[in-house]
């Protein structure tokens, strides 16, 4: 199913950039943010944070079977990365050999397309990761 | 104090090549011919999810880095580019999202064939000389597209690079700016045509060279300078024959003009094209080395600037300099080109 | 609380049934359970129906009325409970929360999914929104893609191999043979998962469940009414349910599924039992390292050991545990919404001594695992013979 308009748009400065929550009680970071920390809850006290978009690979795969909207980017890596803060996210790895993906390698993110409706439709962007240098 | 400069670069090249001789074999053309021909062996190729705007949010991004400015304090956004991802809707405020400069600033987006760039660069500058804003930004960034089988399907790359403007702090000043235009239809694309037209021959003289050899010609008037008073000099590069034949004719030697030629490496990056080949030069540049800078777009004009770099150009190289990024690449075939640049339908 | 036993169990066919309708199904599922009860009907209270995507998939919603206007049950009350590839546990566990309460003593529960009035890539969108649609599915995930970085992470951390987990896949072929309501009754080869073609690396066609239609029903009652309504009854001897984050990402650890062990915990603690008193579960393999993690996260084997133990045999029939005798999501099929009450349903025929071909002998304890989305839901129940 299509994404609405405002679902995509809603969370735009948090997509471009990266930007999550940290709870000042315990320390844990949290990308996308939360409203509330699970770890602390009631005493939680939650703040915006920038995350550097730095970090290494903790799980891949290479998806081969798309879902809509994503026909025309099959074969692509997603991964789980760990980031440098001690959040994870979902995110794909660009310009990279399948082949040459590996667990631990450093990361950092990207800013690309991330889905198109159709030719005519809206453009969503945000992270991606590629490779460190 | 009026005087503007640049306070930061940041240029975005897609690590994808294809070598013109790969093109050639697809249409039956001979690769020695195209690559003397043409001045150049390979060009760039946009990522499946890379677009005008993500090439730009990447030089945005790098220049604010090397400026390090908070990117809040940026007042103006204006990108030039012939292959905007959306006709109507800015690929600037998409930038200045993805930089966090939003949203106390001003947006535009510019087209002017290849000359957008410095459109953008231009305006940023007249801003900041009027007191109006501290900082602004100018990017070019293209993915232009040649049609299949076309001269310009072997020149047409991808890539993208931004000027951040200021007064402090600069690595470089803008000491003059020219600008140069006719109503000249060497080039064009209507509304809703997926590939440019072109005049062939006709790009040359009437286009080309005459709308750079004014641009370049009006700043030296203007500045009383010779080609001889430049370190540097970067005109807009198409191929790498044109700006090579601009500078014999303006009296331009070889060491002043190769370094700041890199489309031979990457294709013709369009709007990015003369700013990609400003960056080359700025990476190079010492203290005092005076820069020569004239692009051109068809339709037609030339914008032309004189520049020199300052005492801090030493201290605050750029981390991501223009000749180590084309070094990242990695070859694709005619298949996989096709497929990057949309022309299969699913 | 009131002890519940199941006292019927009916399913329709599993697979591309190109003739039926959603109503089709469940009518097929509902009379046979009612027929097996032997009930008329009208001694049923309520319903509650569980189904995962009817709206994405054929544009039906409200379908918990529509079965009980299909199976002729008006005007007794009708939920539908949702839980991704868990809503037929979860509407199972509601029907025994209303006995067990005591608000009603006969209970129907409905698993529904019609899938291939969908094409493929519409039916794997639909399923994609069991996970986090903002930040799982719009990066490009799908389902397979998140059970493939548990898998690399499993291979990782324990040396689990793509053999280890086509041996899942494998027997359970095996199992469905002996299935007539199974989607596949045919018998594959390691090889030939292995050499199937890749969807999500390394997770291959032969490691998924497909997509399938079809439904599964259960007739509840109240114990004490059960004892003197029937001699056919199993009873319900543990339910327990447990949640974890929507996203898989969010998860400390990707070689489990946490979910499962806190609800299988709490299931052995209602039951007063371990897990070696398990004789047959069915449990959650949409994909082959679902059922590897599953037979550690319930106990059967240690952390890590899972893959090993496929391989070699011990959760086929005969073995130490028999997992998925049904053949489980991926050969008897997936009908999202169906898979928990079928799951009930196979265990319920082995309990009773009727699971034909594929009967494991002197079962005293079966126990269902079914897991919603990346497992941020998981239900465990243990049933016990009568």
Not at chain 1, 75 to 97: M, S
Not at chain 2, 288 to 296: P, Q, R
Not at chain 3, 102 to 129: H, I
Request: hydrophobic share 40%; with cysteine; net charge neutral.
């Amino acid at each position: 199913m299509k994404p609405g308009l405002p679902l995509l748009w809603r969370r735009t400065k948090e997509r471009y950039n990266l930007i999550g929550s940290k709870c000042e009680s315990c320390g844990t970071h949290y990308m996308p943010g939360r409203a509330v920390c699970p770890k602390c809850r009631r005493k939680g006290k939650l703040v915006e944070h920038k995350f550097s978009g730095k970090g290494r690979i903790y799980s891949y795969t290479v998806v081969r079977v798309a879902p809509e909207g994503y026909e025309y980017f099959v074969p692509y890596v997603l991964a789980i990365i760990n980031l440098d803060e001690g959040a994870k996210i979902t995110g794909q790895i660009v310009d990279a050999d399948p082949d040459k993906i590996e667990v631990g390698q450093k990361v950092e993110m990207v800013f690309r397309k991330i889905h198109e409706d159709n030719p005519e439709g809206l453009i969503t962007y945000g992270f991606k990761f590629k490779l460190a240098d | 104090m009026s005087c503007v400069g640049i306070a930061g670069y940041g240029v975005s090249i897609p690590s994808y090549r294809i070598k013109a001789g790969e093109i050639a074999r697809v249409w039956g053309e001979e690769e020695g011919r195209i690559v003397k021909g043409l001045g150049l062996s390979e060009k760039s190729v946009p990522g499946l999810d890379e677009d005008a705007a993500t090439l730009a949010v990447d030089a945005a991004r790098r220049a604010v880095s090397h400026a390090g400015i908070d990117p809040y304090d940026i007042k103006s956004m204006f990108i030039g580019s012939e292959s905007h991802p959306y006709a109507v809707k800015p690929t600037a405020t998409i930038v200045a999202e993805a930089i966090g400069a939003t949203p106390n600033l001003f947006a535009a987006d510019y087209e002017f064939a290849c000359k957008a760039g410095t459109a953008g660069v231009i305006n940023t500058y007249a801003l900041i000389k009027s007191g109006e804003i501290d900082y602004g930004m100018g990017i070019g960034a293209d993915t232009s597209q040649g049609r299949p089988g076309d001269a310009l399907e072997y020149s047409a790359g991808a890539g993208a690079a931004a000027f951040l403007l200021g007064r402090k702090d600069v690595i470089a000043n803008i000491e003059g700016i020219y600008s140069y235009a006719t109503d000249t239809p060497d080039f064009w694309r209507r509304e809703h045509a997926i590939y440019p037209s072109h005049g062939g021959r006709f790009t040359g003289p009437p286009g080309y060279f005459k709308h750079v050899i004014g641009g370049a010609k009006g700043i030296m008037e203007k500045m009383g300078t010779k080609p001889r008073d430049y370190a540097y000099a970067v005109f807009h590069q198409p191929n790498g024959k044109f700006p090579r034949t601009v500078a014999k004719k303006l009296g331009f030697t070889a060491e002043q003009i190769e370094p700041g030629l890199i489309t031979p490496y990457i294709g013709n990056t369009y709007s990015a094209a003369t700013l990609i080949g400003l960056a080359a030069v700025l990476d190079a540049a010492k203290p005092g080395d005076a820069i020569l800078v004239a692009s051109f777009g068809s339709g037609a004009g030339s914008d032309a600037f004189h520049i020199e770099a300052s005492d801090l150009i030493d201290e605050r190289r750029n981390a991501y300099p223009v000749r180590r990024i084309i070094e990242n690449k990695r070859y694709i075939d005619y298949g996989t080109y096709a497929k990057h640049r949309r022309k299969l339908v699913l | 609380m009131k002890k519940v036993a199941v006292v019927g169990v009916g399913m329709s066919k599993f697979g591309e049934l190109w003739d039926y309708n959603l109503r089709d199904l469940v009518v097929q599922a509902g009379v046979e359970a009612i027929r097996d009860a032997n009930l008329e009907g009208s001694e049923i209270q309520a319903l509650y129906g569980g189904t995962m995507a009817s709206g994405r998939l054929i544009g039906q919603e409200h379908i918990s009325a529509l079965i009980a206007d299909a199976m002729g049950l008006n005007p007794i009350p009708a939920t539908r409970v949702e839980g991704a590839c868990a809503s037929g546990s979860l509407a199972f566990r509601n029907a025994y929360f209303a006995i067990a309460s005591g608000a009603y003593d006969t209970v129907v529960v409905g698993g529904v999914e019609k899938m291939t009035d969908a094409s493929t890539a519409e039916a794997v969108t639909a399923l994609g929104g069991a996970g986090d649609q903002e930040w799982e599915l719009l990066q490009g995930a799908t389902f397979p893609g998140l059970y493939a970085l548990m898998a690399r992470r499993h291979m990782l951390e324990y040396g689990t191999t793509e053999e280890m987990l086509a041996a899942a896949s494998v027997k359970n072929h095996a199992n469905a043979v002996h299935n007539k309501y199974a989607q596949f009754r045919r018998e594959i080869t390691i090889d030939d998962v292995l050499n199937s073609k890749k969807v999500a690396d390394p997770l291959k066609v032969l490691d998924c469940s497909p997509i399938t239609d079809g439904a599964a029903a259960v007739i509840l009652m109240d114990l004490d009414k059960a004892k003197q309504h029937t001699d056919n009854y199993v009873e319900i001897v543990a339910s327990a349910q447990a949640s974890d984050t929507l996203a898989l990402h969010d998860r400390e650890s990707l070689t489990e599924i946490r979910a499962t062990k806190i609800a299988a915990s709490e299931a052995y603690k209602q039951a007063g039992i371990g897990p070696e008193k398990i004789g047959v579960a069915e449990v959650h393999d949409c994909f082959t390292i679902a059922e590897v993690m599953a037979v550690e996260d319930l106990g059967f084997f240690k952390k890590g050991e899972g893959g090993k133990a496929t391989l070699d045999g011990e959760t086929k029939i005969g073995g130490k545990i028999a997992v998925n005798t049904s053949g489980g999501l991926k050969a008897c099929g997936h009908p999202v919404g169906a898979t928990g009450v079928k799951q009930i349903v196979e265990v319920a025929w082995q309990l009773r001594g009727q699971a034909e071909g594929r009967q494991i002998d002197g079962v005293e304890y079966g126990l269902t695992h079914n897991v919603g989305g990346s497992g941020a839901t998981a239900v465990v129940h243990i049933l016990k013979r009568r």
